[in-house]
């Protein structure tokens, strides 16, 4: 079974930067597409960005609210996901999950795999 583990959150202030990785053992992430969730408290789990599988076309897609801010790539070396943030706003805070399936999807119900998640907060 798949088993992903999210780290690299925490606090940090407004305009500032994070760097969330995915990752596993066991597994070639490469195989996989990798999808980046958030859930804010009485919030809806959303869709944050994915990247499709290295054996496609690697693409990557954004939330609207997030494009120009934030980047996902692969990290093979480290068989991990990366997800840069920058210019973070309050509004981005939330539990950060990765997850992963055969395909992209904006769709929270059609991925299989889940890691824990971790806590992302912006806040000065």
């Known amino acids: 079974q798949l088993q992903l583990v999210e780290s690299g959150g925490g606090l940090v202030q407004p305009g500032g930067s994070l760097r969330l990785s995915c990752a596993t053992s066991g597994f070639t992430l490469g195989y996989y597409a990798i999808g980046w969730f958030r859930q804010a408290p009485g919030k809806e789990r959303e869709g944050v960005s994915c990247i499709e599988v290295s054996s496609r076309d690697g693409s990557a897609t954004y939330l609207d609210s997030v494009k120009g801010r934030l980047s996902i790539a692969r990290d093979n070396a480290k068989n991990a996901v990366i997800l840069q943030m920058t210019s973070l706003k309050p509004e981005d805070t939330a539990i950060y999950y990765c997850?992963?399936?055969?395909?992209?999807?904006?769709?929270?119900?059609?991925?299989?795999?889940w890691g824990q998640g971790i806590q992302v907060t912006v806040s000065s």
């Open positions: 997850a992963a399936d055969f395909r992209c999807s904006r769709w929270k119900n059609e991925y299989t795999y």
